[in-house]
């Protein structure tokens, strides 16, 4: 799934970055966003999104997040 369909406070890991524009991917990557990372929504207000990545928060817009494919990782846990 992508990071646009994820709950709030809960921590996936980055499976791919599908990305539909030129420098979207790199963009991405210098967030620290790339395969096998973790990821947190914090969250999610119209269009926009307020994420955790490597315990930096940052805004994406929904392109964004839907670029991001992640899955729910075996030992993660929601964030209380």
């Keep these: 799934m992508n990071l646009s369909k994820g709950e709030k406070n809960v921590t996936y890991v980055v499976d791919e970055i599908k990305a539909k524009e030129d420098g979207m991917r790199e963009f991405l990557f210098t967030l620290g966003c ?42 993660l846990r929601k964030i209380v």
Excluded: F
């Design 34 to 75: 790339y395969p096998g990372e973790s990821i947190t929504v914090l969250s999610h207000i119209s269009s926009n999104y307020v994420i955790n990545v490597k315990n930096a928060r940052y805004s994406i817009d929904d392109s964004l997040a839907k670029a991001i494919l992640v899955r729910e990782g075996d030992d």
